[in-house]
């Protein structure tokens, strides 16, 4: 059977790819070059995780495990291979809903076994979510899909919520891993396909 740390390994490396694709087929839409596509990937990709750790005083991810870059140089050679400037699909944002899972349970449990607060951890969780996704659409110059639809934040910030909460039950650690990420998925999945957005000011 496969031991948790595997697992979690497994999992930052597709959420890696997932958040890498989307960025480079963001960039590719937007008639960017080949460094520009590698760079909006590795940022997409990597400054969630990067930022989490700063404000944990740790080394990013990407310098203790450099294999990350291995899932950002496949998202990089896909884009290009495929030559599409098309605009993020279904199917693409269904993996880039997966990469998000990942990486707000990953940045909660991460900062919850460093000790920190229970609601530090949460909102640490959500930065490891939604920031790499900011500074991509930030840097291709579109409108960033978190300050206007798809309920983005919330979903990563209640899935954050639910995993310190069931932690606090020191329960199998894999148990508040699962349901925290159904919740993100849940959440993001249902405002994509209703369409749901946070109030806004008319």
């Known amino acids: 059977m496969m031991q948790w740390s595997s697992l979690v390994t497994v999992c930052d490396l597709i959420a890696t790819f997932a958040f ?26 990597l400054a969630g995780g990067t930022f989490r750790n700063l404000f944990l005083l740790q080394k990013p991810a990407w310098v ?5 870059f291995t899932a950002v140089l496949a998202a990089f050679l896909i884009t290009i291979i495929q030559q599409s ?18 990486a707000t349970v990953s940045s909660t449990e991460f900062a919850l076994r460093l000790h920190t607060n229970a609601a530090i951890a949460a909102v640490l969780g959500l930065i490891g979510g ?19 639809r798809e309920t983005i934040g919330t979903s990563c910030l209640a899935g954050a919520a639910v995993f310190v909460g069931l932690s606090e039950l020191h329960i199998n650690r894999a148990i508040p ?14 405002s994509i396909h ?3 957005n946070l109030p806004k000011i008319s």
């Open 20 to 45: 890498a694709t989307v960025g480079a087929r963001v960039a590719a839409s937007k008639g960017m070059d080949f460094g520009g596509i590698a760079l909006i990937a590795g940022v997409s990709s």
């Open 64 to 68: 203790q495990n450099p294999w990350l």
């Open 85 to 102: 400037a098309e605009p993020v699909g279904r199917f693409l944002l269904s993996l880039d809903t997966f990469g998000l899972a990942v």
């Open 130 to 148: 939604v920031a790499g996704g900011l500074l991509r659409d930030v840097l291709a110059q579109v409108e960033p899909v978190l300050l206007h």
């Open 177 to 190: 891993a699962v349901v925290g990420g159904l919740v993100v998925v849940a959440i993001r999945e249902l």
């Open 194 to 196: 209703f369409k749901w």
